[in-house]
């Protein structure tokens, strides 16, 4: 039997190699959708080396929305190119440039390994702040307590971003179909795998993605990724034709869009008025408003990234 530390240094070795080579991949790869697929493997590598180095959350959000999200915005995108067409025209540049453009990476390459390498150890950082300090949030995953408490204004704004970008995606409709549905209507899929699939995945999907929103106060998990499992069970029910994106135009859609940027900025403004600051939080309420700002963040990023990989509406007129 191999030792537990030669084997873990192996299969450290062996994740790390495969990264490098993935990542490679995906500059080399000419055609579109083979690029996406590195691109969406490289994601779901590189959650397995963020739980290996002890970040659980992270690899919870790679997984969730740099792999799988983003990776389903892509597919879509190659998906309305040519697949025949290469990624580079065939313009490509000369050796002179191809020889000082590797330079230019290998330099930097080296320099952030020089500059990790010469870190100081333990290395510079507020964590065992946050974590002497975390009592009095009442919370128990210092991760949680970082994005809702001490650097809150960053979360915030993170939430806004999105309903922006949803925004700017939007625009992206002609005059005559702002407000339609986006998507095309499927017909409802019964018999087939997908049929079954939607059948039994999304109540444990539900019920999965509320778990992962409801432990993140103590644990890893939290809204971002939650509302990620939420968005992922309602966009399988639009491709098996069970039901259908709502129309851009929907108010009901749009309250469920701002309730968590919305919430988040009242309890903000709260802050002033109770705590003597912008986001603070009350003694001994800290705890209770921010599971409640989380849950209405759920709500908000699931529908936002749902609305995202739908698209634009091009298909019907409002009602």
């Known amino acids: 039997m191999m030792p537990g530390s030669m084997a ?21 790869l000419r055609q579109a959708f083979a690029a996406v697929l590195a691109f969406v493997t490289y994601g779901l590598l590189l959650a397995i080396a963020w739980v290996r180095l002890g970040s659980v959350d992270v690899a919870l959000t790679e997984a969730a929305i740099g792999a799988g999200v983003t990776g389903v915005l892509l597919i879509a995108a190659a998906s309305r190119l040519r697949r025949s067409i290469p990624i580079a025209d065939k313009a490509s540049p000369g050796i002179p440039m191809r020889i000082a453009v ?15 390498l010469h870190l100081p150890t333990p290395a510079p950082g507020q964590a065992l702040a946050a974590v002497a300090n975390l ?3 009442g919370l128990g995953n210092p991760v949680t307590g970082v994005l809702l408490a001490y650097r809150a204004i960053d979360t915030l704004l993170e939430a806004v971003v999105l309903v922006l970008v949803l925004l700017g995606d939007w625009s992206m409709a002609p005059d005559g179909q702002w407000g339609g549905r ?3 209507r499927l017909a409802p899929e019964v018999n087939g795998p997908l049929g079954l699939l939607v059948s039994v995945l999304p109540p444990v ?18 809204a971002f990724q939650g509302g990620t499992i939420l968005g992922a069970m309602w966009i399988l029910t639009w491709m098996a034709g069970r039901t259908a994106p709502p129309h851009t135009s929907s108010e009901r859609l749009r309250l ?62 409002p009602r």
Do not use: N, Q
Request: glycine share 10%; aromatic share 8%.
């Open 8 to 28: 873990e240094l192996l299969f450290d070795s062996i994740l790390v190699l495969t990264l490098l080579a993935v990542a490679l991949s995906i500059l080399a």
């Open 102 to 116: 590797g330079a230019l990476c290998a330099t930097i390459s080296a320099a952030l390994v020089a500059a990790v």
């Open 135 to 137: 009592p009095s949030t």
């Open 182 to 184: 986006p998507g095309p």
């Open 205 to 222: 999907g539900i019920l999965i993605g509320i778990h992962i929103f409801w432990i993140g106060a103590d644990m890893p998990g939290g």
């Open 256 to 317: 469920v869009l701002v309730v968590g940027p919305a919430l988040f900025l009242v309890a903000g403004f709260a802050g002033i008025v109770f705590a003597e600051a912008f986001l603070a939080y009350p003694e001994g309420w800290a705890k209770p408003l921010i599971i409640g700002i989380e849950a209405a963040l759920t709500v908000s990023i699931a529908a936002a990234l749902a609305m995202l990989v739908a698209g634009w509406p091009s298909r019907e007129a």
